[in-house]
């Protein structure tokens, strides 16, 4: 079993959302909620499994954001970190105190400092739209699912195919 559980491990990756330093993710999550994040990664960590962190940026923890993907490198030891708007939709739907907009979020996104080259910080750019579509079941095309609903289509199948959208990205 030890060595199918290291195979496993081999190819494993794991991906925990960590939406600021415990008071900022706690304000979210729940109380306690960031302890047993950063302990789970800390278990995968050990167990040998890539782990990657998405952060939710928000008004309260936008300028922290530099801070705390060092300290998920460093010390949890993620392999790399992302950064993710909060969309209007489900709990957040009623919060508009944490959208940012876009311009706002493009502004934070492209100044983040993991970012920078030669950073070693292991910032991982979103794939949505690069690697990965989302097609709804009414022929709409997303870079990711949480889009649907909520931002406008790239394309919709019944008016092109599919090479024509991607295409355009």
Not at 29 to 49: D, E, F, H, T
Not at 102 to 108: G, T
Not at 119 to 138: F, W
Not at 153 to 160: D, K, M, N
Request: charged letters at 15%.
């Amino acid at each position: 079993q030890a060595r199918l559980a290291a195979e496993a491990a081999r190819h494993a990756k794991a991906t925990v959302s960590l939406d600021g330093f415990q008071a900022e993710h706690d304000a979210l999550r729940g109380p306690g909620s960031w302890k047993r994040a950063a302990r789970g990664i800390q278990r995968l960590v050990a167990a040998g499994i890539v782990v990657h962190v998405t952060t939710m940026v928000h008004p309260g923890n936008e300028a922290q954001l530099g801070e705390l993907h060092q300290y998920c490198r460093q010390t949890l030891g993620v392999s790399g970190v992302r950064i993710s708007t909060i969309a209007a939709m489900g709990r957040a739907a009623a919060r508009p105190d944490l959208q940012l907009g876009a311009e706002r979020f493009k502004a934070v996104y492209q100044a983040e400092p993991a970012r920078q080259p030669g950073s070693g910080a292991g910032y991982l750019p979103c794939l949505a739209g690069v690697n990965k579509l989302y097609i709804s079941a009414r022929g709409e095309v997303h870079g990711y699912h949480l889009f649907d609903g909520v931002c406008p289509p790239l394309g919709i199948l019944a008016s092109e195919p599919l090479a024509a959208v991607y295409a355009t990205l």
